[in-house]
């Protein structure tokens, strides 16, 4: 479908970060190469962070005949102002476990730790050289998602792309420091006062940490740039749960879970309603702020016991 | 001197990291493997977090006929109390730009990440498969050198190691959970304390973290576990040069400075006699904290003014 189709119109999913954004603007220019049209869109704003990846490849004035949807799990994942494409997408590649199946055509990796994996495979397929802004594409994807090489989901093929891509030409010093070790004073002030939000439960097995609409306003930081927060709870012995508890509105959380193994995060979130990987999953919880805590400390405390 | 030796003993670095303890634990055991006897010691006590490295391999009971410094660019990093080795060292294995050539004989390789990947190449020139806890003390070096493969130090043959690694069967998101993803609660409470030292000079240039004995006593934390402290400075947007200032005693501040490129670390920390990478080098300055901070913002506006 790829060599046939001529007119490509790629979805990255809602709250995009380095993987899906990465993987599509790999494809993207993958299929420039190949002399097709091909652009990238997203329901919500590209973070500033990541806005190097998609420069360029968010217009298009041409009739997509081929949608494709890149490390989209769901069709809720495209976003509300994307619902409209939920029907129409043509393929989705992705690697993640809990993929709906959504999709006409389905590209489901499981083995990679990131999409950005599978899109190196399909240069390869693709005959395209792997070079330049794909390569620096593909390398983002794969840290994003492999917390540089950190989590558990990494193995020797993350590690074979990425010296393969340094040997392209990758900055990768560069990409890790726009994506890893680069943080705004605003982050920094914002960071101070989460961590003021600390709380553990369950004999020190669960942490959270609270981010309020305020701790936003007030320290003017931009929401993608917390996203590495929830890993930080993982970190502290003893927890096998980390929660970020996100303020999405007055009486709405969005809750970030990071777990050790053998937790699985996915199947706690599945009981809010949300998904995502054994380690990481999210989900949306409705109620003010000590309600979602209860709640969520609940299911935490039940999915512990019948382990 | 490696195939015609018998009786080895390796010596790490003072203050040891999973680089020094990491190559010098693969190395005796690829020497063990060769059928030598060979020990490892070093100055200070082993971390805990990295005493996996070392189980059964610091004691011995032969007379070493050949000594081998690891890691260790000069007779200093020793430590105090293994001074008496400093002109006996028959093999130094290296990978620092700085180092002082004191051994008798020295295989410097500055392109290594880390000295372990030197280790790596010494095993597959002896012969030694790689395995087993040679290849997760060899993976340690690595990650801890390159900070998980983030450091702009990190190159495609850090990568394909780290794939080689992975498939002679190393686990290594277990290892990153020992290195980099396991907080004490202590830890996280002396972060805390840390962080309200944070104090920026020179238009955001420079910024420093304190860290006191107090704080360190008050918090229980073992100081090994301070170590990545210095690196979070130079994550703030802006940040140059990123100063921790850890006391040792009443009247001096042991120095650990990260800088970004193009500041030489190694250039500014040589002006106080220390020395280290380009992007990490370290210090040792005398006097009061306030002494000490001003001294070392002079040197880092001079260093700054003249580039």
């Known amino acids: 479908m790829l060599r046939d189709g001529d007119n490509f119109l790629l979805l990255a999913h809602r709250s995009p970060d380095g993987d899906t954004l990465g993987s599509a603007a790999a494809l993207c220019r993958i299929l420039h190469k190949s002399g097709k049209h091909a652009a990238l869109t997203c329901a919500d704003p590209i973070p500033k962070m990541l806005e190097f990846l998609t420069v360029g490849l968010d217009k298009f004035d041409f009739e997509p005949d081929i949608i494709i949807a890149v490390d989209v799990a769901s069709p809720q994942l495209l976003g509300a102002a994307f619902e409209h494409y939920a029907d129409n997408v043509d393929i989705c590649i992705d690697h993640h476990k809990s993929n709906k199946l959504f999709a006409k055509n389905t590209y489901l990796d499981i083995t990679a730790a990131a999409t950005a994996e599978i899109i190196y495979d399909i240069a390869i397929a693709l005959n395209v050289d792997i070079c330049g802004k794909i390569a620096e594409a593909i390398y983002t994807g794969v840290v994003t998602d492999t917390g540089c090489f950190r989590f558990p989901n990494t193995s020797d093929r993350s590690h074979r792309i990425a010296a393969e891509l340094m040997v392209a030409g990758v900055d990768a010093a560069d990409i890790n420091d726009r994506i890893f070790n680069t ?110 805590k209860a709640a969520l400390v609940k299911e935490i405390e039940n999915y512990l016991a019948a382990l």
């Open 183 to 292: 943080k705004s004073r605003a982050c920094i002030e914002a960071e101070l006062m989460i961590m003021d939000t600390l709380e553990f439960y369950l004999d020190g097995k669960a942490a959270s940490i609270t981010i309020s609409l305020d701790t936003v306003e007030r320290s003017g930081v931009e929401m993608s740039e917390l996203d590495s927060m929830p890993n930080f709870l993982r970190q502290i012995e003893g927890v096998l749960v980390g929660a970020s508890i996100k303020q999405s509105d007055d009486n709405q959380y969005r809750v970030s879970l990071r777990t050790r193994s053998p937790i699985d995060a996915s199947a706690i979130c599945a009981k809010f309603g949300g998904g995502g990987h054994a380690g990481a999953a999210g989900c949306v919880i409705d109620g003010d702020e000590t309600h979602v």
